[in-house]
């Protein structure tokens, strides 16, 4: 059974910096472009970045560029998400997600990925 597991949200203030990390079993791991979402109370889910397969390439939203880093280690099996510089609008619940095609190049869209974590909160106080 494919399973991804986040962790490390929390309650920060603005300005602050989290590390998300998520987990993931039950699927070759390595063979899966991974993405990070997420979704504010009373709005659609919304992407926020993704990573290639072998590492090196990353894609980001307009509104994280430059404050969020994306990696993974697919030796651990393990897909982070660094965010810094935190606001207010960055409060929300954060999924990661599995690209549901093998081999597939990364992409923005919602409809793309076949498996998510079961998501963590992530608070920004002002």
């Known amino acids: 059974q494919v399973q991804l597991v986040e962790s490390g949200g929390g309650l920060v203030q603005a300005g602050g910096s989290l590390r998300l990390s998520c987990a993931a079993s039950?699927?070759?791991?390595?063979?899966?472009?991974m993405g990070w979402f997420r979704q504010a109370p009373g709005k659609e889910r919304e992407f926020v970045a993704a990573i290639s397969r072998n590492e090196r390439s990353t894609l980001y939203a307009r509104s994280v560029q430059g404050r969020f880093t994306i990696s993974r280690e697919n030796a651990k099996n393990t897909l982070s998400l660094q965010m810094n510089s935190l606001k207010p609008e960055d409060t929300a619940v954060y999924y990661c997600a599995s690209n549901s095609r093998p081999f597939a190049a990364w992409s923005q869209v919602v409809g793309d990925y076949d498996v998510w974590g079961q998501g963590t909160q992530v608070t920004v106080s002002s």
């Open positions: 039950g699927r070759t791991f390595s063979m899966y472009t």
